[in-house]
């Protein structure tokens, strides 16, 4: 039922891209995707509804994969700022009202 | 400030007692979610209210449990606690959930 959530970790250097991808072995409804820095609470960063469009800011973004399943999160040019655990939530079709988050993907940037 | 407000921030109590985490949502959320948060397990769904009514339930012991007032703060109650209950506790609200979650800054939970 938790989704799970690739890469583990990345170091990233400042400019570079990256992409966090998220997927579940059944049908979703809805994805999730919040940031959280050490210490902090997560912050939610967007949410992708089963035939929703594409959603994302101009350096944040992500994608929802209906049939696979699996939704990813863009991160261009990324920034220090960037820093902080991934989390991917997903809510299933046959069981809303409840976010199953994923174990977390740790991002760094460095100068 | 994110409008959630959980109090207490912190708190060390001794194994075998009771705790009482509270909840506060932003002004205008009607569903209250609580999530654990422990090292080695990641973000723990336990469980949802709206507007008073249990909506949804995860892997919650049956030590825990919790409720929404008609005010709409909510209040996660564990007993009997045990060594492996330390963890940070999380209240999140929304208006919706497809809106999004805005979460607390947590309670840190200590059981020695």
């Known amino acids: 039922q938790q989704p799970v959530q690739s890469p583990q970790a990345v170091i990233l250097r400042e400019g570079e891209d990256a992409v966090i991808n998220c997927s579940s072995s059944?049908?979703?409804?809805?994805v999730h995707w919040y940031r959280q820095k050490h210490g902090e609470a997560p912050v939610f960063l967007m949410i992708?509804?089963?035939?929703?469009e594409q959603k994302g800011h101009e350096k944040i973004s992500a994608s929802f994969n209906e049939k696979k399943q699996q939704s990813s999160l863009y991160l261009t040019a990324s920034q220090l700022s960037y820093s902080g655990t991934y989390f991917c939530?997903?809510?299933?079709?046959?069981?809303?009202?409840?976010?199953?988050f994923g174990p977390g993907t740790s991002l760094s940037v460095i100068p | 400030d994110s409008g959630v407000t959980q109090t207490p921030k912190h708190l060390i109590t001794a194994t075998g007692q009771r705790v009482t985490l509270r909840c506060s949502p932003r002004?205008?959320?009607?569903?209250v979610y609580w999530y654990q948060q422990s090292l080695d397990q990641g973000l723990q769904f336990l469980i949802h209210?709206?507007?008073?009514?249990?909506?949804a339930k995860g892997n919650i012991l049956e030590r825990f449990s919790a409720q929404q007032f008609p005010d709409l703060h909510s209040e996660l109650n564990l007993s009997s606690l045990e060594l492996g209950d330390s963890a940070l506790y999380f209240c999140?609200?929304?208006?919706?959930?497809?809106?999004?979650?805005?979460f607390g800054s947590g309670t840190r939970l200590t059981v020695v």
């Open positions: 999140a609200s929304s208006v919706t959930g497809l809106d999004g979650y805005t």
């Open positions: 939530g997903t809510e299933m079709e046959t069981s809303y009202d409840k976010v199953i």
């Open positions: 059944k049908a979703l409804y809805s």
């Open positions: 992708l509804l089963k035939g929703g």
């Open positions: 209210y709206y507007n008073g009514e249990e909506r």
């Open positions: 002004s205008g959320d009607l569903s």
